[in-house]
């Protein structure tokens, strides 16, 4: 059974830092990542992780988001920095194994002003 459990988020004043865990259980994936949704908006991608290495992310996160893996852990991280009001967000850890899609639970990030 594949799942994928995050954890870390949090409320956080503009500026400040966090960092999400995504503890992956039951494949291998081809990618992982986190996307997220703010209300009224769509979810949308923040950044992925794949198997051979490379990473992409979405403009409004470069330079201050790393998505990063401990393999020994099967874990998934996503340290953000430089924190702003619009990165307030549901954060949803995803992996992609034989090309179907699978979700966490999300995570709630909130940053103040």
């Known amino acids: 059974q594949v799942r994928l459990v995050e954890s870390g988020g949090g409320l956080v004043q503009a500026g400040g830092s966090l960092r999400l865990s995504c503890a992956a259980s039951?494949?291998?994936?081809?990618?992982i990542g986190w996307y997220r949704q703010a209300p009224g908006k769509q979810r949308e991608l923040v950044g992925v992780l794949r198997s051979g290495g490379s990473t992409n992310y979405a403009d409004s996160v470069k330079g201050r988001f790393t998505i990063s893996r401990d393999n020994a852990k099967n874990t998934v991280y996503l340290q953000m920095n430089s924190l702003k009001p619009e990165d307030t967000a549901v954060y949803y850890c995803f992996g992609r194994a034989w090309g179907q899609d699978y979700w966490g639970q999300g995570t709630q990030v909130t940053v103040s002003s």
């Open positions: 039951g494949s291998t994936f081809s990618a």
